[in-house]
């Protein structure tokens, strides 16, 4: 079964710092990963998309990378602003099926 | 585009109650939808897969004959809470899955049970 991790489960950063987000995963057979941004009582948005043949994607302020054989993602968001304060979720879809497998999330709060 | 609504947002019931929750798929048509369950500060747990015109999958764990999926139309899938109790409270969220390689995620719908 896979299990997905993120570490840490909080952060707080002052505007401006770039922000570092780890997620770990027990099975390196992935599809793809994806990370989502989640408001507090909201929904998930879809951040960026890593297919396994890809090693990172970017978009704007935010690249996120894949090492598939040490099962290892990192989202990283570069000058930080309080609007990006939310948590962020990590997810793998395994190599068999669409099912998506979730970490906890990293909650951030950037302080202005 | 790739919009998912739920419906409701936020429903508070009474123990013993049955519950039912929308997930439609507004502009595209989703041969599958995906329910999940996140309670605070936990990640999101899918509850079953749910297919177009035949019955859902449930993961293990999760009682069928308590949370019935019903997937009667490429747009529309409903998740029904059956004699809700407390521990029932969480966050529940569809999300639908179009002939391409993606899903896209309703809004979610807090449940209350009291």
């Known amino acids: 079964k896979q299990e997905v991790t993120q570490i840490p489960a909080a952060l707080s950063v002052p505007e401006g710092e770039n922000l570092v987000l780890n997620c770990s995963f027990t099975?390196?057979?992935?599809?793809?990963l994806q990370w989502f941004r989640q408001d507090p009582g909201k929904g998930l948005t879809s951040l960026l998309l890593i297919q396994s043949s890809q090693r990172e994607q970017t978009s704007g302020r935010l690249n996120a990378s894949l090492d598939k054989s040490s099962g290892r993602s990192t989202l990283y968001i570069a000058a930080s602003q309080p609007g990006d304060s939310a948590t962020y979720l990590c997810?793998?879809?395994?190599?068999?099926?669409?099912?998506?497998?979730f970490g906890a999330g990293t909650t951030v709060t950037v302080r202005a | 585009g790739a919009v998912v609504s739920q419906h409701p947002s936020w429903v508070i019931c009474k123990s013993g109650t049955s519950v039912k929750i929308e997930c439609r798929s507004l502009d595209f048509q989703a041969t599958t939808m995906f329910w999940y369950r996140q309670f605070p500060k936990q990640s999101l747990m899918l509850m079953a897969t749910s297919n177009e015109g035949s019955k859902a999958t449930y993961e293990q764990g999760v009682e069928k004959d308590k949370f019935l999926i019903n997937h009667a139309s490429l747009t529309l899938s409903t998740l029904t809470v059956t004699s809700a109790h407390p521990e029932d409270s969480s966050f529940y969220i569809c999300s639908a899955r179009p002939v391409v390689d993606t899903q896209y995620f309703g809004p979610g719908t807090r449940l209350t049970v009291l």
């Open positions: 099975d390196s057979a992935i599809y793809n």
């Open positions: 997810a793998v879809r395994g190599s068999n099926d669409y099912k998506l497998s």
